[in-house]
């Protein structure tokens, strides 16, 4: 069920063949070169900062907020996230991009913040669980979480939260099989995965 690569994450019925038989084929292949070389030349930006170990500026804007943080090019996103900017909802599991239990959006994407350095992620848009409760607004995964009994110890609970949200953006009708297959980067040790579709279904039959 897990197709952690080609997920990328989330997209489960959308090949790359079947999105260029869009409508706008020139448009959208020169809009991937030009996103496919920004990314290109941030990561060689961020790897040559990497190799210096002095701590440096570093700016993330997370859940619209900016911190403005002195870090090491080697810290981790996740480490940056709980460690400098005190928001504990993403957990440090695995630290290898196999449970997601760290999971965050960057840009709306849901995306492993164990594997990625902070300084590669400036001024990108940047949330984590803690949004998804912010002001007293409640997004509706987290309460049918909680009617599925989609949690048990909860530590998977927070990424998972997150990547449902993230996935029901993108898929805000999915059918159960594309739920199981887009929500195959994140693992329940508990084994609360049942609950978590039926949430994730109900979701999507209500629009999501
Ligand atoms: S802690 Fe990041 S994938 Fe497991
Ligand atoms: S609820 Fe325990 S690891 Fe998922």
């Known amino acids: 069920m897990r197709d952690r690569e080609t997920q990328e994450r989330y997209g489960p019925d959308v090949s790359r063949r079947s999105f260029l038989k869009g409508s706008g084929v020139a448009v959208a292949a020169t809009a991937i070169a030009t996103a496919a070389e920004e990314a ?45 900017c005190h928001l504990t909802g993403c957990k440090e599991v695995c630290t290898t991009k196999n449970c997601g239990a760290c999971t965050v959006m960057i840009d709306g994407k849901a995306v492993y913040a164990c594997t990625r350095l902070a300084i590669a992620e400036q001024g990108k848009k940047i949330t984590t669980v803690e949004a998804l409760s912010a002001g007293g607004k409640v997004d509706p995964v987290i309460p049918c979480f909680i009617k599925h009994d989609a949690t048990q110890c909860g530590y998977c ?27 195959g980067g994140n693992l329940c040790r508990c084994g609360t995965y049942d609950g978590v579709a039926k949430c994730a279904l109900e979701l999507a039959k209500g629009g999501a």
Not at 70 to 78: A, N, Y
């Open 40 to 84: 290109l030349a941030q990561d060689k930006k961020a790897a040559s900062a990497a190799s210096s170990s002095k701590a440096q500026d570093v700016e993330l804007t997370i859940n619209g907020e900016v911190h403005k943080l002195k870090l090491e090019p080697r810290v981790t996103l996740l480490d940056a996230i709980r460690n400098d």
């Open 157 to 183: 609970t927070p990424g998972f939260v997150v990547a449902t949200r993230a996935f029901l953006n993108e898929h805000p009708k999915a059918t159960l099989e594309e739920i199981q297959k887009g929500l």
